[in-house]
């Protein structure tokens, strides 16, 4: 079973939160956002967190979605691929 993570719940994360829901190979480990009010949208079950980094610490997941606000795609999926995670990113910039 493959353990996702997605980062980022703005409006772009339901699609990300759907296709993961309708892979039975895959399962969703956490969910992060910076904006705490934004821990509503998390499935059932679903840890949350604020910071990316502690929960990839934490929840191990082998792929994290970057759905961030696009200057934050290249400093975050560094940061992920350094910490060995496998990432998943639309449109990335340096």
Request: charge should be negative; include cysteine; proline fraction near 10%.
């Amino acid at each position: 079973m493959i353990r996702a993570a997605v980062i980022g719940l703005g409006t772009i994360s339901a699609v990300h939160l759907d296709a993961i829901a309708s892979n039975p190979k895959i399962t969703l480990a956490a969910v992060c956002d910076t904006d705490e009010t934004r821990r509503e949208q998390a499935p059932d079950g679903v840890p949350f967190y604020p910071d990316y980094c502690e929960m990839v610490r934490r929840e191990r997941p082998d792929t994290a979605h970057v759905c961030l606000p696009h200057y934050l795609h290249y400093p975050v999926s560094r940061k992920l691929a350094e910490m060995g995670v496998h990432v998943f990113c639309e449109k990335p910039r340096p």
